[in-house]
């Protein structure tokens, strides 16, 4: 079965930085685009970033605006793993992340790693 487990979330000061892992069973992990959601307090989950390999356009990222140029999403095919290096953090970064797989018309999410952005 599918199954998705975030790790590395924890409390960052303004400014610091943060790697979120999934990792990720289940299904042949290098053929699926992967995404990396949050949801803060009081609001609705919303897409931070995701990877996609299209013909030859070989992992393709997206990214929400509010994180453009602070945030990297990568993938390690042979570890299985969807990486969310995260630089610059803001308060307003502060939410619980999750990541996400479409897989055979079915989306799949992992348990969420919360971020905390505090000083």
């Known amino acids: 079965q599918v199954q998705l487990v975030e790790s590395g979330g924890g409390l960052v000061q303004p400014g610091g930085s943060l790697r979120l892992s999934c990792a990720a069973s289940g299904f042949t992990f290098s053929s699926y685009p992967m995404n990396w959601y949050r949801q803060a307090p009081g609001k609705e989950r919303e897409l931070v970033a995701f990877?996609?390999?299209?013909?030859?356009?070989?992992?393709?990222?997206h990214y929400a605006d509010s994180v453009k140029g602070r945030f990297t999403i990568s993938r390690d095919n042979a570890k299985n793993t969807l990486y969310l290096q995260m630089n610059n953090l803001k308060p307003e970064d502060t939410a619980v992340y999750y990541c996400?797989?479409?897989?055979?018309?079915?989306?799949?999410w992992g348990q969420g790693t919360q971020v905390t952005v505090s000083s």
């Open positions: 996400k797989v479409r897989y055979n018309s079915k989306d799949y």
């Open positions: 990877i996609f390999t299209l013909g030859i356009l070989v992992n393709n990222t």
